[in-house]
Structure formats: C-alpha cells, structure tokens
C-alpha cells in the first residue's frame, strides 16, 4: 500500500540548533515530493518540489533533498521564527497523498 | 500576482443543516482546484479536486459534494452535516494538476 510517513511527529530545538525532518515514501513511480510549511490556524506554503533521486533545493535556513526513497528537509541554525508544521506530499500521477507532519518548535 | 479567497473563515452549524463554502481564485486563469479537510493534530485529507468547470474528482466517500460553475469558483456543499464533518477545510489552487498548491486561508467548521 502507497504510504508517506514523516518523522519524528514533534521536534523541539534550541536556536541555532541544526536538525533535519524526514519524509519516506513507499509509493511507486513518483512524480514529485512536495515540502510545505504551516502555521495555526492557517493554510499550508509551499516550500519546495524535487522531482528526481539526489536533486537539492534551498531557501534561507532550509534544504531539501530527496532519494528513492526519502526526502529530508535540513534546517540550518533554526530560529524562533522555524516554529511550524512541515507537511511533505507525492504525486505519483495517479495519486497524491500527505503526510501527517513534522511540528517543529524552535526555543529561543 | 495569484490570491485565493475562502470564506467564510469560521462558522458554527447544528447537525443537519446544510453547508455552503466558496472559494475564488484571482490573477490566473483555468487553475486546478482542490478542497482539503484538516482534522485536529492530523495531515491533510484531499476530497475534491477539478481540472476544469465542471469537472469534479471525488477522493473519498463521504456527505460532502463540490462544484466549479466558474473557472475560478470552487464550492463545498452538504445537504445534512453530521458531527463528523467538524474541521479545518482548505482550498487550494495551481497551474499543473497536484503540483506546488497554493492554499487559501482556510474555513473552521464546527458542527454541533
């Protein structure tokens, strides 16, 4: 069965603390993995497509990266200002599914 | 540049009334749009999306419909609420069907 986890389901760090948040898929014949941000009480951003194994891509403090079969987002010297949920999904062309989310709190 | 509209931003109804939530896409034209619901402390469920007026995918079974009488209008619509259909519901647009989507501000339904 298609399934896309994310891990761990909570993460608290102190500023400028790196970590990085997983995103593992088991779905066949990916067509992208999509990296979202979401704050309360508001709708998701987007963040990041990565299309193909070994393809990066920054913004500001984040990475994302992908293999076959996982996609990282890396956060480089969290601040405060980091705290959210970060939603993963993938389309497979025939299929989209989310993953449930990584919230994240950074301490200042 | 692109904005969605969702409204209205919360709203309180007794099991069995009817729900109406519109949605509307300015700045583009023929987006792909979609209806989420969002659980409390859960991911994203995706319920409809549409390629084009009048084109309705339905992901799961459920006592919600939806509708796109216009290109860029895109309703949620139930004859009867039931406690069940309590949530955070988003709507969401983007050019190529399932990639990089942007979401509205979201509706918090609360049935009592």
């Known amino acids: 069965e298609d399934q896309v986890t994310q891990s761990p389901e909570a993460l608290r760090l102190q500023e400028g603390e790196s970590s990085s948040l997983n995103c593992s898929y088991t779905v066949s014949g990916l067509r992208g993995l999509f990296w979202y941000r979401q704050d309360p009480g508001k709708g998701p951003e987007f963040l990041f497509t990565l299309y193909s194994a070994g393809e990066e891509k920054e913004k500001e403090r984040l990475k994302a990266t992908l293999t076959k079969k996982e996609s990282f987002l890396h956060i480089t010297a969290p601040k405060p200002e980091d705290s959210a949920t970060y939603l993963c999904?993938?389309?497979?062309?025939?299929?989209?599914?989310f993953g449930t989310g990584t919230s994240l709190t950074v301490i200042p | 540049s692109q904005t969605i509209h969702q409204w209205p931003a919360t709203l309180v109804q007794p099991v069995g009334s009817p729900l109406s939530l519109e949605c509307t896409v300015e700045?583009?034209?023929?987006?792909?749009l979609y209806w989420y619901r969002q659980a409390a402390g859960r991911g994203l469920q995706l319920l409809f999306y549409?390629?084009?007026?009048?084109?309705i995918s339905s992901e799961v079974p459920q006592n919600l419909s939806a509708s796109r009488p216009q290109d860029r209008q895109f309703i949620l619509s139930s004859k009867k609420l039931l406690l069940s259909d309590s949530g955070f519901y988003l709507c969401?647009?983007?050019?190529?069907?399932?990639?990089?989507?942007?979401f509205g501000p979201g509706t918090r339904l609360t049935v009592t």
């Open positions: 969401a647009w983007s050019h190529g069907t399932f990639y990089e989507q942007y």
């Open positions: 549409s390629v084009g007026i009048g084109q």
């Open positions: 999904a993938v389309y497979t062309g025939n299929q989209f599914y």
């Open positions: 700045g583009t034209s023929n987006p792909n």
